[in-house]
């Protein structure tokens, strides 16, 4: 028995979006860009995916450009934006703390270059608040770059807030809306979104692909130069299948979204009720603005990594820390910049789930859990000193 609930990290593909690929595998597989009819009818696919997905935007057609996914589309968002800055002199940019690392680590780069970056706190429930980034736009800020939601802790950020005091400063707004997509409702037009970022395989889809949304008017720099795909913004031929799979799976989430949405957050509510009994525990980000699938906690007295080993030993996939990091032994910074100490930081799991989980694998998680994290607290001379007294509880 296997109970996949490691969603934040990728989604098993939909059978939806399989079916819609096939045909571009074997059927239609021409080269959009050529001449002949296999190559127009790929063209044609081409344009109703991007038909496809402008519609579950709220956006138009020609403002949406494939990439290699949630990545590609982040670094190409904040270096497209600061660069239309940097030709009026502006090098201020907005983020926070515990954004994906495609969008630090590119922040990071554009520092190295000279722009002066600001993260802004995102206090114990892991948010900020419109009103803290309208207090922190300056004459020269060219760009204010927010998470739609967190992908490690869950927390759901007031989006469109943000965007209308971005919008009424007269700010570039980019949204990495990777864990956003599919599973909370995005208007790019009512909310204000300047620039977006999306990625199929979080959603059911495939990986390698996904989305940036570029409002009309924005000037995009190539992350990759080559060929005129993507109206001259993005080189390479167009990969088919992935962006035709991605459009199916996107239809297919938005068109069940509040229904995925209900039956998931239920399932999510019963784990955290369940694990909020573990002694020396605390839930990790908003209880309340939080993605229907996150469970994130940190148990005092443990390692992340040995817990996850144990629950692997008995069928269930979940992760600590973000995919990315872990294999480092740094903390994640997700946790750090919502105060947790190093020491709690280290003990976390996050489990994220979706719509085909069932009750029946969370009771058994809930059977399973507490015992493992009991288990490994016995094994451990910290954990011995706190019971002990020598040292301090944190949680
Ligand atoms: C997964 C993820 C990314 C990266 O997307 P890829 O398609 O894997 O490159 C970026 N941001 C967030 C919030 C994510 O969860």
Known sequence: MTIYADNAATTKMSPTAIQAMLPYMDETYGNPSSLHSLGQRAAEALWSARETVAACLGGDPKEIYFTSGGSEADNQAILSATAIGAKKGKNHIISTAFEHHAVLHTLEKLKKQ???IELLSVGERGTVTAGQVAAAIREDTCLVTIMYANNEIGSVLPIAEIGAVCREKGVLF???????????????VAQNIDLLSLSAHKFHGPKGIGVLYARRGISLTNVIEGGAQERGKRAGTENIPAIMGMAAALKEAV??????????????????AGLEQVPHSALNGDPKNRLSGNVNFCFEGIEGESLLLLLD????????????????????????????????????????????????????????????VEYLRNMSPLWKDKVSGKKPFVL
Request: charged share 20%.
């Open 114 to 116: 000279g722009f002066d």
């Open 174 to 188: 980019h949204t990495d809306a990777v864990q956003a997509a599919g599973h909370l409702h995005i208007d790019v």
């Open 255 to 272: 068109e069940h979204i509040d229904e995925n949405a209900a039956r998931v957050s239920a399932l999510r509510d019963k784990l955290i």
């Open 313 to 372: 030993g008995k069928g269930i996939c979940a992760s600590s820390g973000s995919a990315c990091t872990s294999g480092s032994l740094d903390p994640s910074h997700v946790l750090l910049s919502i105060g947790r100490p190093h020491e709690v930081a280290h003990g976390s799991l996050r489990l994220s789930l979706c719509e085909w989980n069932t009750e029946g694998e969370v009771d058994y998680m809930l059977a399973e859990i507490p015992g493992i």
